[in-house]
T-cell receptor, first 110, second 114 residues
Framework: SQQGEEDPQALSIQEGENATMNCSYKTSINNLQWYRQNSGRGLVHLILIRSNEREKHSGRLRVTLDTSKKSSSLLITASRAADTASYFCATDYGNNRLAFGKGNQVVVIP | DGGITQSPKYLFRKEGQNVTLSCEQNLNHDAMYWYRQDPGQGLRLIYY???????QKGDIAEGYSVSREKKESFPLTVTSAQKNPTAFYLC?????????????FGSGTRLTVV
């Protein structure tokens, strides 16, 4: 089955810096979504970008989608300690089934 | 407030036992899902249901069973046939099929075999 793959796997940054994560996928998608997971908790939906969109913003989040390269990036600007979490990309390949990547661990150092 | 409730938060199972994980939602969502999360492996789909009284196998359904008798409820049974059940189990729901909206997740159940 199709699987999103995030890169890099782990990221450690200082508070106030920007954090960028990438995700690649293998087949055509309807949309791509990003989720956050705090340790031991469920996932929280952050943002969805459709296949006909190239960029989307939500607060301090910026997502890009390049369907020709089958890749997406998530940028968190002006990071805060509360942004420490794992971030997953998920691809919708039809029927509203999502395929999740393995996740990016982000640590924001105060 | 609307959301998904998973219970229990922690569950311990003896060898050879069946256990049932509860998932209830009050979001009026049509679709519900069960995922398994192991360290370093992301989320893998066990079963999903798009409407009441209907469900489909996901990528790792062996050793698991589900039912969808009510729109609000989608319990998962981990049977004795599941040889490595220790994992974090996540239930999710979403609005109508093809709506293109994100999933809402519960807080998870951590199952440990003792």
């Amino acid at each position: 089955s199709q699987q999103g793959e995030e890169d890099p796997q782990a990221l450690s940054i200082q508070e106030g810096e920007n954090a960028t994560m990438n995700c690649s996928y293998k087949t055509s998608i309807n949309n791509l979504q990003w989720y956050r997971q705090n340790s031991g908790r469920g996932l929280v939906h952050l943002i969805l970008i459709r296949s006909n969109e190239r960029e989307k913003h939500s607060g301090r989040l910026r997502v890009t989608l390049d369907t020709s390269k089958k890749s997406s990036s998530l940028l968190i600007t002006a990071s805060r300690a509360a942004d420490t979490a794992s971030y997953f990309c998920a691809t919708d390949y039809g029927n509203n089934r999502l395929a999740f990547g393995k996740g990016n661990q982000v640590v924001v150092i105060p | 407030d609307g959301g998904i409730t998973q219970s229990p938060k922690y569950l311990f199972r003896k060898e050879g036992q069946n256990v049932t994980l509860s998932c209830e939602q009050n979001l009026n969502h049509d679709a519900m899902y069960w995922y398994r999360q192991d360290p370093g492996q992301g989320l893998r789909l066990i079963y999903y249901s798009q409407i009441v009284n209907d469900f489909q196998k996901g990528d790792i359904a062996e050793g698991y069973s589900v039912s969808r008798e009510k729109k609000e409820s989608f319990p998962l049974t981990v049977t004795s046939a599941q040889k490595n059940p220790t994992a974090f189990y996540l239930c999710a729901s979403s609005a109508a099929l093809g709506s293109g909206r994100g999933y809402t997740f519960g807080s998870g159940t951590r199952l440990t075999v003792v």
